[in-house]
């Protein structure tokens, strides 16, 4: 009978790696779409892998996928960063410090016409995650509902009026 060799933290680097290389992509692209800035999105993937690499050893196969335990650390990166930017703003105004920021239209994704990449930047962030997660990264409603902390019903029903919401901003762009 062949000896089972003892897995070490240094055999599950490479592990890690190809879940890392595997669904980078995924992780990018769903935070420009949570925040709609490709820079922004660009730090925060670079966050959640590192927080992801520290957290290995307690990652299971059998509670969520690689992706949707990835996306669920990107997300809580994100609104981690959301929140200490509130907080920043808030301290900023109490101070009144008026200082000028440099507003960028978002960009999204490549080959998006204008009139999306406008239409997409209108939408709320809750909107544009239920759009990434459901129909960029083609999570099931399950999946998606369970990142997103709610329920399967309410993830399809946020999707839908998300993406009516999309159809009537992209529909006025191309009538006006």
């Known amino acids: 009978m062949p000896r089972r060799r003892r897995k070490t933290g240094v055999e599950q680097a490479p592990d890690?790696?190809?879940?890392?290389?595997q669904h980078l992509a995924d992780i990018?692209?769903?935070?420009?779409?949570?925040?709609?800035d490709r820079e922004l999105a660009q730090e925060l993937t670079s966050a959640a892998?590192?927080?992801?690499?520290?957290?290995?050893?307690?990652?299971?196969?059998?509670?969520?996928?690689?992706?949707?335990?990835?996306?669920?650390?990107a997300r809580s990166v994100a609104l981690d960063h959301f929140r200490a930017e509130d907080?920043?703003?808030?301290?900023?105004?109490?101070?009144?410090?008026?200082q000028e920021f440099d507003v960028r239209e978002p960009s999204f994704?490549?080959?998006?016409?204008?009139?999306?990449e406008r239409a997409l930047?209108?939408?709320?962030?809750a909107d544009r995650e239920v759009i990434a997660l459901r129909v960029v990264l083609d999570f099931d409603a399950d999946e998606a509902a369970r990142l997103l902390g709610i329920s399967k019903t309410a993830c399809t029903t946020r999707l839908s009026r998300a993406l009516a919401k999309l159809q009537e901003k992209v529909a006025d762009d191309v009538l006006a």
């Not at 990018?28 to 925040?35: E, H, I, N």
């Not at 907080?87 to 008026?98: I, N, S």
């Not at 994704?109 to 999306?116: I, K, M, R, T």
């Not at 930047?121 to 962030?125: D, F, N, P, Y």
């Open 16 to 21: 890690f790696a190809h879940i890392a290389e």
């Open 28 to 36: 990018y692209g769903y935070l420009v779409y949570l925040t709609g």
């Open 49 to 73: 892998f590192e927080k992801a690499l520290r957290s290995w050893s307690r990652f299971d196969p059998r509670r969520a996928s690689a992706n949707t335990w990835l996306c669920t650390i």
């Open 87 to 98: 907080r920043r703003r808030r301290r900023e105004d109490a101070y009144a410090v008026q």
């Open 109 to 116: 994704a490549d080959g998006l016409s204008p009139e999306l």
């Open 121 to 125: 930047g209108e939408l709320s962030a």
